[in-house]
């Protein structure tokens, strides 16, 4: 039964993050942390399933990506998982623990969703700004993927530029998001030990879920007016910000 219901909403949340550009991913993080206990494992199997996922939209929106964007996210994106795999290292020779699957980082979360706010509704007037900026998103990504498992609303405030039309977004975002995602996987798998061939019993299932729910988000993609799409991803970014905000206090 946890089977079938982490398969029915990695097919939903994947039709989700194809519409929207975003949201899906850390929905079915929601949905990962209540039925797998360990905090590092569902962050480390989210991990694999999302990289399948923005794969997938990746090569379907193969046509609007933007390739100096992600060159610049990819130099930063490296730079970031390197500090983190530095980072986790380091905290599991200070306290003398053999895996670090003990170590918990739930405190980054609310910190996350008030700097999103402030970033859509507080921040001062936006500037021209050339696209080496997505190396210090990069390095954002790069950081927060290992340790709150889904970044994408972090990152997703720097999508909303004239530049990037709806189908851009997606392209872009999903990229970014794949190269993060696939950059974790030898950090959990040496610093925590986790062994992605033996869950084969629940990836193999959620992947084919989010192949299937990707290609049934970009149909339904092609009826939303560009100026409602921006609208709706603004409004979905704010609702989860809303939610990394005030989760701790929340009993679900």
């Given at each position: 039964?946890?089977?079938?219901?982490?398969?029915?909403?990695?097919?939903?949340?994947?039709?989700?993050?194809?519409?929207?550009?975003m949201?899906?991913?850390?929905?079915?993080l929601?949905?990962?942390?209540?039925?797998?206990?360990?905090?590092?494992?569902?962050?480390?199997?989210?991990?694999?399933?999302?990289?399948?996922?923005n794969?997938?939209?990746?090569f379907i929106f193969?046509?609007?990506?933007?390739?100096?964007?992600?060159w610049?996210?990819?130099?930063?994106?490296i730079?970031?998982?390197?500090i983190?795999?530095?980072?986790?290292?380091?905290?599991t020779?200070y306290y003398?623990?053999?895996?670090?699957s003990?170590?918990?980082f739930?405190f980054?979360?609310?910190?996350?969703?008030?700097?999103?706010i402030?970033?859509?509704?507080l921040?001062?007037?936006?500037k021209?700004?050339?696209?080496?900026?997505?190396?210090?998103?990069?390095?954002?990504g790069?950081?927060?993927?290992?340790?709150?498992?889904?970044?994408?609303?972090?990152?997703?405030p720097?999508?909303?530029k004239?530049?990037?039309?709806?189908?851009?977004?997606?392209a872009n975002?999903?990229?970014?998001q794949?190269?993060?995602?696939?950059?974790?996987?030898?950090?959990?798998?040496?610093?925590?030990?986790?062994?992605?061939?033996?869950?084969?019993?629940?990836?193999?299932?959620l992947?084919?879920s989010?192949?299937?729910g990707t290609?049934?988000?970009?149909?339904?993609?092609?009826?939303?007016?560009?100026?409602i799409?921006?609208i709706?991803?603004?409004?979905?970014?704010?609702?989860?910000?809303?939610?990394?905000?005030?989760?701790?206090?929340?009993?679900f």
């Open positions: 039964m946890e089977l079938i219901i982490l398969t029915i909403g990695a097919l939903i949340t994947s039709s989700i993050s194809a519409v929207i550009g949201g899906g991913g850390i929905i079915l929601a949905i990962m942390a209540i039925i797998i206990p360990e905090g590092y494992m569902v962050i480390a199997l989210h991990g694999a399933i999302q990289m399948f996922s794969g997938t939209r990746t193969r046509n609007h990506l933007k390739k100096q964007l992600l610049e996210f990819f130099q930063g994106a730079i970031g998982l390197s983190s795999g530095v980072i986790i290292f380091a905290i020779q003398d623990v053999s895996s670090a003990q170590i918990k739930e980054l979360k609310p910190i996350i969703g008030i700097y999103i402030w970033n859509l509704y921040k001062g007037p936006k021209k700004k050339k696209n080496k900026l997505f190396r210090i998103v990069g390095l954002i790069g950081i927060s993927s290992v340790f709150i498992g889904a970044a994408g609303p972090l990152i997703a720097f999508f909303l004239d530049s990037l039309h709806k189908k851009n977004i997606i975002k999903a990229a970014c794949l190269i993060s995602h696939f950059g974790k996987i030898p950090i959990f798998i040496y610093l925590f030990d986790v062994n992605y061939v033996n869950e084969y019993n629940v990836l193999i299932p992947v084919i989010v192949y299937i290609n049934i988000g970009k149909k339904l993609l092609e009826f939303i007016p560009e100026k799409f921006k709706v991803f603004k409004i979905c970014l704010t609702i989860i910000s809303i939610r990394l905000i005030i989760g701790e206090f929340l009993l």
